[in-house]
């Protein structure tokens, strides 16, 4: 069994990023894949200070990553960048120093906007920060999918075909990535 953590980079109830991770799961090809949300919005702001001891949500948070194959994050862009919160979520998942969650786990990332290439910026500063982390992250495809709220039922789901088609195609090559790089443990 693949286990996939999914990282929303919005803590908004209402985040259009969340309501399209939400659907991921499903368009999974693969039967033999757990999905898995990882949450970090109780986090305090990191500080260097709690690096000789790290509080208990902070290292909940960093098993929570160990105890997944590979990640995928769905971010919107703020100012041009990733949100505050989760750049905060991975400052704390790459200390002490010498002691990182994201090295050699494979990551996929994508955003969702109400603009057709809303969140690159943010997938381009997101792709460096998990290149500093050692994270092989997954090229391609590179997903920037345009959310329309038309597009999803009253329940979540998704209604629109071509939106289903582009979602799919990016969680199962995210699965593949996952799949192909993850670490295997030796017995």
Known sequence: MTR???IVGSIADASINRQVANVLPGLAQDSDVEFTFLEYKDLPFYDYAHDADY???ARDWKQAIADVDGVIIVTPEY?????GVLKNALDWSARPWGQGSFAGKPVAIMGASIGAAGTAAAQQHLRAILGH????????PETFFQYSADAFGADGSLQNEASAALLGAFVNAAVAHVNKHSLVAVA
Do not use: F, H, N
Not at 79 to 83: C, G, L, V
């Open 4 to 6: 996939i953590g999914i």
């Open 55 to 57: 509080p208990q949500v």
């Open 79 to 83: 100012s041009r960048s990733i949100p």
């Open 133 to 140: 982390y050692d994270a092989p992250t997954m090229g391609q």
